[in-house]
């Protein structure tokens, strides 16, 4: 991790995953005098994804805590790793102590059931023996001095193997009577989440950083879970039976339902019955119960990329065995949520579990003052709450704007556009379309949004409706479209889709081929 010049490589020979990327690049291991290091650990939700800084919790951190405890010097590290789970959690911790950190704030849990993360609790031996020889001194050496594949990755990481058992285990659909995933699975995940937060809070503490782990949030309203196991005795024509009823909408099948009671009981252990359950709920205004049901389906989930009640238990568990300060933010979100009761997709969640640029600032806002409630880094009566600026205010001073991230956002989807190009209707595609409408959504005159609603409509062959967004880019930025006029000159490819599309470049502008455009695609 140290250089010869006295920084921390970030990351360093072996990082905490293959791909790994982090914030920052390097930092000095040695703090100036009179600073307090605070080093922020977990997954994507620390990194900030899908935004730019400054628009993560550790920005917001970085900028209040000076507000609040004048005459203090603060300097707040950034380690978060999109797709980093607990076990690559630990492994980093277990590297920090030249950094001499003073306060460690650690998220992590969603990613214990990830794809890349399967392999673990499938086949957990298999896993030690590669983790030990990751770990060796002499593959260490190896990839130092330039032999071999280095100290990651590489045939025999087991990343085929993982793999394919996804593919398999994707083969069974939505609706299944066998688990997706075996219980001895889920118990050895547990395990492992709870022996890797061990690990952490250890490595943190002899290290010389107080502690503070924070319970995960995720979206519960507006993500159905993606996978339901149906009870063993269900026919196939229950099952076929449920399934139509479930493509209905929530309010039309509580409605229809002449012993919902009787209903639910039957089908209590299926997360999509409770989702729908749940959402019926909100839609009645019935908040406790939507809560119950939508957590229920969470839980429930046959394959949970959100935290679940149980896994974070060991969170608790963690705190009775070690001297750490866990934080809840839940309670603040729900408080937050306004007269719906359960925040999600609508300003507070950009998707299933990464925080909206307002969900990153009430998790700062909640961290400062469970701080200042356990008199860390001062005496809670020294915390300044009341004088501190607006938040406005504070945004500004920080360089964070809703025009910047929604550039960021809108040209994260273009790049997965591009990546999705011979697909218009792949995965990649329709997130990349949600990363335009979101980007539009924070600043109406985004010039990258509307140059991204063009691209996605001349995929599918829709020159018109393509025509009409690139008007609108254009007129927001006169430079927006440079990249598609100097893709279509130097790429054949990108000449014949636009062609198909009945769109052409004269003169340094899109404009229809002679003729206009063809109508749009009846294959959308």
Do not use: K
């Given at each position: 991790m140290a250089s010869a010049d006295g920084s921390a490589l970030v990351p360093g020979p072996d990082p905490p995953h293959?791909?790994?990327?982090?914030?920052?690049?390097?930092?000095?291991l040695a703090k100036e005098p009179g600073v307090t290091r605070v080093v922020c650990l977990g997954d994507s939700t620390v990194h900030g994804h899908p935004f730019d800084p400054p628009a993560p919790f550790a920005d917001w951190l970085a900028a209040r805590l000076p507000l609040l405890l004048p005459g203090r010097r603060f300097e707040v590290v950034n380690l978060g790793v999109n797709g980093m789970d607990s076990e690559a959690v630990a492994d980093l911790a277990e590297e920090l102590a030249p950094l001499a950190p003073d306060l460690a704030i650690v998220y992590v849990g969603h990613n214990e059931f990830l794809d890349q993360h399967l392999g673990k609790s499938v086949r957990p031996s298999s896993h030690a023996l590669q983790r030990a020889l990751r770990h060796s001194w002499f593959l260490r050496w190896l990839a130092q001095h330039g032999?071999?594949?280095?100290?990651?990755?590489?045939?025999?990481?087991?990343g085929d193997r993982d793999r394919e058992l996804v593919a398999q285990l994707r083969q069974r659909g939505a609706l299944d009577a066998t688990p997706l995933l075996?219980?001895?699975w889920i118990e050895r995940t547990h395990a492992r989440y709870h022996a890797s937060l061990q690990r952490t809070a250890r490595a943190l503490r002899d290290a010389g950083a107080r502690t503070l782990f924070c319970r995960p949030l995720c979206d519960l309203a507006d993500t159905p879970p993606q996978r339901s196991t149906l009870p063993a005795d269900c026919s196939e024509a229950e099952r076929a039976a449920l399934a139509e009823q479930l493509r209905s909408a929530p309010e039309a099948l509580v409605a229809a339902l002449p012993d919902r009671a009787a209903w639910r009981a039957?089908?209590?252990?299926?997360a999509a019955v409770r989702y729908a359950l749940g959402r019926a709920a909100l839609l009645r205004g019935d908040t406790d119960e939507a809560r119950r049901e939508l957590e229920a389906a969470r839980d429930l989930d046959g394959h949970p990329v959100r935290a679940t009640a149980a896994l974070l238990a060991e969170l608790d568990r963690l705190v009775a065995e070690e001297p750490l300060l866990l934080v809840d933010p839940w309670p603040a979100?729900?408080?937050a949520a306004g007269p719906r009761g359960v925040a999600g997709q609508d300003g507070w969640f950009v998707d299933y579990v990464h925080p909206d640029l307002r969900g990153h600032e009430l998790l700062a806002d909640v961290l400062l003052h469970a701080l200042a409630d356990a008199g860390w880094l001062a005496?809670?009566?020294?915390?300044?709450?009341?004088?501190?600026?607006?938040?406005?205010?504070?945004?500004r001073r920080m360089g964070l704007t809703l025009a910047a991230q929604a550039t960021s956002l809108a040209r994260r989807g273009l790049f997965a556009l591009g990546q999705a190009y011979l697909d218009p209707e792949s995965e990649l595609a329709k997130g990349a379309a949600d990363s335009f409408e979101r980007a539009l959504r924070l600043d109406p005159d985004c010039a990258q949004g509307y140059a991204g609603r063009g691209a996605l409509a001349l995929l599918r062959g829709d020159g018109a409706t393509a025509l009409a967004a690139f008007r609108?880019?254009?007129?927001?930025?006169?430079?927006?479209l440079d990249s598609f006029v100097e893709g279509h000159a130097s790429n054949a490819t990108i000449r014949e889709l636009f062609a198909?599309?009945?769109?052409?470049?004269?003169?340094?502008?899109l404009v229809p081929v002679e003729g206009g455009p063809p109508p749009p695609s009846s294959q959308r």
């Open positions: 293959a791909g790994a990327h982090f914030r920052i690049e390097r930092l000095p032999g071999g594949g280095g100290a990651t990755g590489g045939a025999g990481d087991g075996a219980p001895e039957r089908w209590s252990t299926v979100l729900f408080a005496p809670r009566p020294e915390w300044s709450f009341t004088d501190e600026p607006p938040r406005d205010e504070t945004a609108e880019a254009e007129r927001r930025d006169a430079r927006a198909r599309a009945g769109v052409t470049v004269r003169d340094g502008r």
